[in-house]
């Protein structure tokens, strides 16, 4: 038994391999690249049953993880979140079976510490000592918070618009943190000069192959939490894409070590009204988006005007059947409050996007009644303090109700 099952790097565009020993980025077709295991041999030396004994965080998947050596690993106990059954939600959608696996429970309170935990250990096997990267602010936040804990130097640029918390978990870890007056886009323009002129590591969405690894395991934890059965949908807010990418992996490797069986989940890609390029190319049925000028929305983590990886999101929607959907910030916000009045559950708003996808998409008759539903709610709402408004009436002591 080895600790990875690491095999070696894909191009999914040229069919390229690379070593998985030494650093790498992108493809030099510029694709990004896809993490292998060799999965013939796991499939005769490892058994679902001995998942049983193993801690709760997505490191008991270490065989299907890139990093080889254990003492590597870098964690702040990420993984394992609930699947939550939201009944009177689900009452209310139509559906019978809709349940919430629900991001908001990992460190740093968003599912980006998924990516970061399994990207930081790889870079840290590696040798990296300093990284960069771009971004709407949770996934610099969880960079920097795991580079902090691996003594990885981070730098992070992120839009000055990105919510003001992101800004604070990047500073308190001692982050080196710019603004940019503009989007993550912008912000990219600055990292890759960055990168350039210091030789850092590029940490950029997809640009560093081991991310997705990290964020596959909401996929693999899904078919576990369901009995190794899968789901009927998945919904997921799409930005960069690299969850639903992620998990239609996680998928394919479950697929073929036989651990689940029968077609794949339909995998519908969400996005926001003011920023729906891969919403565009999917009605469009073109392999790839174009750039979105002027995106907007208050969902800051799904305002990704162009995404490197949009062509494999893209490839996972048309292969399972899926669709992608926008919806709007005001239908985000009315689901976001109807979550909290009828599950307790304060979500944050790309979440809540994929919700009030869901509803539609029960209501247009697209989801049935009786399918399996899975919604990723991929963050916390307390993150976002300022997507909700309140006046409630101030009593002066002696002042009763
Ligand atoms: C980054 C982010 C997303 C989008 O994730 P991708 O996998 O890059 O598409 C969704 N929700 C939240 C809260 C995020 O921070
Ligand atoms: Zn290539």
Redesign the pocket.
């Given at each position: 038994m080895s600790y990875s099952y690491l095999s070696h790097l894909e191009c999914p565009q040229c069919g390229e391999h690379y070593s998985a020993e030494v650093v790498r980025q992108l493809c030099t077709c510029g694709s990004p690249l896809l993490v292998r295991y060799d999965l013939e041999r796991l499939k005769t030396e490892w058994v679902k049953e001995e998942l049983s004994n193993r801690n709760p965080d997505l490191w008991r998947y270490h065989e299907l993880l890139p990093v080889v050596e254990k003492e590597h690993v870098v964690t702040l106990g990420e993984g394992m979140t609930p699947l939550l059954a939201l009944p009177r939600l689900g009452e209310d959608y139509g559906i019978s079976t809709l349940l919430m696996k629900d991001e908001s429970l990992v460190p740093s309170g968003?599912?980006?510490a998924r990516g970061a935990a399994v990207g930081v250990s790889k870079a840290k096997e590696l040798g990296v000592t300093g990284l960069a990267m771009p971004t709407?602010?949770?996934?610099g936040a969880a960079w920097a918070l795991y580079s902090a804990r691996a003594g990885i130097e981070a730098t992070i640029v992120m839009p000055q618009d990105a919510p003001k918390i992101t800004r604070s978990e990047v500073a308190l870890a001692g982050a080196k943190l710019y603004l940019v007056n503009g989007l993550i886009s912008d912000a990219g323009a600055i990292v890759a000069r960055e990168v350039a002129d210091k030789g850092l590591y590029d940490a950029s969405?997809l640009k560093e192959p081991y991310r997705i690894e990290g964020?596959k395991t909401m996929g693999l934890e899904i078919a576990e939490q369901l009995g190794w059965e899968m789901p009927d949908v998945i919904l997921?807010?799409?930005?960069?894409?690299?969850?639903?990418i992620g998990i239609y992996k996680a998928l394919q490797e479950l697929q073929e070590l036989g651990w689940v069986q029968g077609p794949l989940p339909r995998l519908v890609a969400v996005q926001a009204d003011g920023c729906a390029p891969i919403v565009k190319a999917w009605e469009e049925k073109a392999e790839r988006s174009q750039f979105w000028p002027d995106s907007v929305t208050a969902?800051?983590?799904?305002n990704?005007p162009k995404?490197l990886g949009d062509f494999l999101v893209l490839k996972a929607v048309y292969e399972t059947d899926g669709v992608a959907i926008a919806v709007s910030d005001a239908e985000m916000s009315t689901e976001q409050e109807k979550i909290a009045r009828l599950e307790g559950s304060f979500i944050?708003p790309?979440?809540a996007a994929a919700f009030a996808a869901a509803r539609k998409l029960a209501q247009s008759g697209w989801i049935q009644p009786e399918d399996r539903v899975v919604v990723l709610n991929?963050?916390a709402g307390i993150k976002y303090p300022d997507s909700v408004q309140t006046d409630p009436p101030l009593l002066e002591i002696g002042e009763f109700i």
């Open positions: 968003s599912f980006k709407n602010g949770n996934a969405t964020k997921y807010p799409t930005g960069g894409g690299v969850g639903l969902a800051f983590g799904i990704v995404a944050c790309e979440g991929t963050g």
